[in-house]
């Protein structure tokens, strides 16, 4: 599972929970999972990407939605350090599959 390692230990936790390996991709300007970085850590192997929205802040979801269906992946959205945060006038936590 793709996923950042800039968060609380709780996500990678819950990662390692379901029995999923994190592979962790660097972060943007506003610390979130760098969308451009994610395809280049995709791999047979890989069945979902958990971006993190931080800060208040949600992340690019429209290149991680757009990476997520390019390879059909489910879009697992960690907003647990982010209440209240809106993208395109949604909740965040409410775009993804979970």
Do not use: W
């Not at 290149?63 to 006038?89: N, P």
Request: proline share 3%; glycine share 6%.
């Amino acid at each position: 599972m793709i996923t950042t390692a800039h968060s609380a230990v709780a996500t990678a936790l819950a990662v390692l929970n379901v029995g999923a390996t994190p592979v962790f991709v660097d972060i943007d300007e506003y610390y979130h999972i760098d969308a451009d970085k994610i395809e280049e850590k995709i791999t047979p192997r890989t069945k979902a990407v958990l971006p993190v929205h931080l800060y208040g802040q949600a992340c690019d979801l429209d290149k991680i939605r757009t990476i997520c269906e390019k390879h059909t992946l489910v879009l697992i959205e960690d907003c647990a350090q982010a209440h209240f945060t809106q993208y395109e006038g949604k909740y965040v936590g409410t775009l993804g599959k979970v």
